[in-house]
């Protein structure tokens, strides 16, 4: 058996070979809300991940230092936001350390058990936090789906190489 001329020698694991290779991976875009104390917290998530049908799961993760983790540690329900190809402000201002992501041009309202929902999104949902698990720096969150909504239109947002984008026909 010949080795394939286009195949590199493997990369010892690193935290910059999980990027790369991550980045050639096309996902969903999504974004997680919550209130806490100090008011309402979000970020943009493109580990979100359906678990179970019976009862409905979802999983998504986030970063022990993200500036939303205090309070998604802490929070019993979080809002699970699926955008559009046209919310890449959307996701860029939920993404961005620091911004008031919640402040116009971002609409948005108190939707079932307090938590925020945006509105103009593809789908959303309300859930209740299950389990909190320890996974390298990152917590993978586990969470009971109790209602939402998936009548929004349009086509969904997608992270790959580094850049939001839309499907292709």
């Known amino acids: 058996m010949t080795a394939t001329p286009d195949l590199a020698a493997p990369r010892h694991a690193t935290s910059d070979l999980l990027r790369s290779v991550f980045r050639r991976h096309a996902a969903g875009v999504a974004v997680i ?4 104390d100090a008011g309402p917290v979000g970020f943009t998530a493109t580990s979100l991940a359906s678990v179970s049908a019976e009862p409905p799961l979802l999983s998504f993760g986030i970063g022990a230092g993200s500036s939303s983790w205090p309070t998604v540690s802490a929070a019993e329900y979080v809002g699970v936001h699926l955008l559009g190809e046209h919310q ?3 996701a860029s201002t939920f993404a961005r350390s620091g911004a008031d992501r919640f402040a116009a041009p971002t609409a948005w309202r108190d939707g079932p058990e307090g938590v925020p929902v945006l509105d103009g999104v593809l789908a959303w949902l309300v859930c209740r936090i299950a389990g909190r698990v320890p ?3 990152h917590r993978i969150v586990l969470a009971e789906v109790l209602c939402g909504d998936s009548a929004g239109a349009g086509r969904p947002l997608l992270y790959h190489q580094g850049r939001y984008n839309g499907l292709r026909d």
């Open 33 to 36: 809300t919550a209130r806490g």
């Open 88 to 90: 890449q402000d959307l």
């Open 135 to 137: 996974a390298g720096d």
